[in-house]
């Protein structure tokens, strides 16, 4: 990925805006009695696509925002997220193939990592409180809304970050545009992860 | 230059971790401390525009959670129509009674709410995403008079205590959050005890530290008790609604006998509040 300014100001816009969904949107709906949450699955996916260092980067920040505006204990999920970004980064970078079942499980994995990871700081910390088994269910169906929500994600991140992606095809003008991330996701001709961005 | 640029990314990845293990100690135990609550500060307007902007949105989502959950509940809520119908009669012959005995000995007209507090109504803009940290965010800080510690209540009961405040919105650590503890007595009977979160499941608390002596029974309902002494005192008043025994196990082998209660608030689903400010704030 190049960055300029001009990518930089784009970046940090779709943090704050994914960020501020999250905690207006995604936090407050509930389907099955467990709410969605997408920075894990953003962080992973801001790896798969800029590589290590911006995931690390963009996971650390997703994780400052998020419990700044909820008031969580800043720092944990800071290092969560910046492992979650720096690890699908670290994939990408390997050389090993990115495609749509490799997205969808990134990202149900990172929501799934992410959970169990801050769920063992707080057992750690120390509570003096019972666990319920009805935990598990909810982390589960989390990480399954986390693969749901992963093409959307994907679609969304990926457009906006076009211009700054290496081997990007020129921009082309379709009529079908709204389809285009489906074409996107497919596998690319080469071989390789700049084959396929 | 490769190596130039390995350096750079390793420094820059190195510097992130360490900002994130300063993050964490200087923050730990005090939610996200001044720095947070600064950016907290700065995002309020924000979080408070788009969550009342996708409103509908939001409740187009939950309005299919909350048609799977309605058959059920429809049921339950029969059962316990029937039976509060039987209640009702009787509680209303005994507010008229109480009213009698209140004026009687010169006590003013009791409510739920002491008359030291004030009611601020408010609507729950954010909420935590995890199902680990249970926090709701609402649309009113310092410059409506809410403070820390303040308790807040909905329509229903007891929901938690404000846990930090910025000038334009507040944080609401929920009495499902592990670190929570309420002191409250169960009705009849009068039963004491803690009620301490069951983390990751909302509908269940549990009531601790109770008289292994006293009799309790699944229905009776739980209360805060407001207790006063040496100077410290809860930061719950007296006598508001937490929850309904939902089990309550005889096991003699237990010193300290505890029970499950379901909150009468709605944990899950919370919209409109209402802090109760300028009381006792510990």
């Known amino acids: ?197 | 230059m490769y190596r130039k640029q390995v350096r750079r990314r390793r420094a820059v990845l190195i510097g992130l971790i360490v900002l994130g293990f300063v993050l964490l100690t200087f923050t730990f135990g005090s939610g996200s401390g001044g720095l947070g609550g600064a950016v907290g500060t700065v995002f309020d307007p924000i979080t408070n525009g788009a969550s009342r902007a996708l409103k509908p949105a939001r409740d187009l989502v939950n309005w299919f959670d909350e048609t799977m959950n309605a058959r059920g509940e429809r049921d339950r809520l029969q059962r316990d129509l029937e039976e509060a119908r039987g209640q009702a009669v009787a509680g209303q012959v005994a507010m008229e009674e109480n009213r009698q005995l209140r004026q009687l000995v010169g006590l003013k007209k009791a409510g739920k709410i002491p008359d030291a507090y004030s009611p601020v109504t408010v609507n729950v803009t954010g909420r935590s995403p995890t199902v680990w940290y249970t926090t709701v965010n609402v649309n009113a800080g310092s410059s409506d008079g809410v403070a820390v510690n303040d308790p807040v209540i909905s329509g229903d009961g007891l929901v938690g205590r404000i846990s930090s405040v910025s000038r334009s919105g507040s944080v609401v650590s929920l009495i499902s959050d592990s670190n929570s503890a309420v002191s409250a007595m169960i009705l009849p009977g009068g039963a004491q005890g803690v009620i301490r979160a069951k983390v990751g499941d909302p509908r269940t608390l549990v009531l601790e530290f109770l008289d292994e002596t006293k009799n309790v029974t699944s229905g009776q309902t739980v209360v805060t008790s407001g207790w006063r002494g040496d100077g410290l005192s809860s930061l719950y008043p007296r006598g508001l609604p937490v929850g309904e025994i939902t089990r309550a196990p005889i096991d003699e082998r237990e010193a300290i006998q505890s029970v499950e209660l379901r909150p009468f608030a709605d944990l899950r689903n919370l919209d409109t509040l209402q802090i109760l400010t300028g009381g006792n704030r510990g």
Not at chain 1, 19 to 43: D, N, R, Y
Request: hydrophobic letters at 50%; proline letters at 6%.
């Open chain 1, 1 to 197: 990925m190049i960055i300029t300014t001009r990518t930089a100001a784009r970046i940090g816009g779709l943090i704050l805006l994914l960020a501020v969904l999250q905690v207006s949107f995604f936090s407050q709906v509930e389907l099955l009695g467990t709410s969605m949450w997408i920075l894990p699955a953003c962080a992973a996916i801001f790896g798969l696509l800029g590589g290590s260092l911006i995931g690390a980067t963009v996971g650390f920040t997703f994780g400052f925002l998020g419990d700044a505006m909820t008031d969580g204990p800043l720092g944990s999920a800071c290092l969560v997220f910046l492992a979650v970004g720096y690890l699908a980064g670290l994939y990408r970078e390997r050389g090993d193939f990115v495609d749509r079942p490799t997205v969808l499980v990134t990202c149900g994995l990172a929501t799934l990592g992410s959970n169990v990871v801050l769920g063992l700081y707080t057992v750690v910390v120390g509570f003096d409180s019972s666990l319920s088994a009805s935990l598990v269910p909810d982390l589960i169906l989390q990480a399954f809304y986390g693969v749901l929500l992963a093409i959307p994600l994907y679609a969304l991140i990926h457009r906006v970050l076009r211009p700054a992606l290496i081997h990007e095809p020129a921009t082309r003008r379709r009529p079908a545009d709204l389809d285009r991330w489906t074409d996107e996701l497919d596998p690319p001709a080469g071989n390789g992860p700049e084959a396929f961005q």
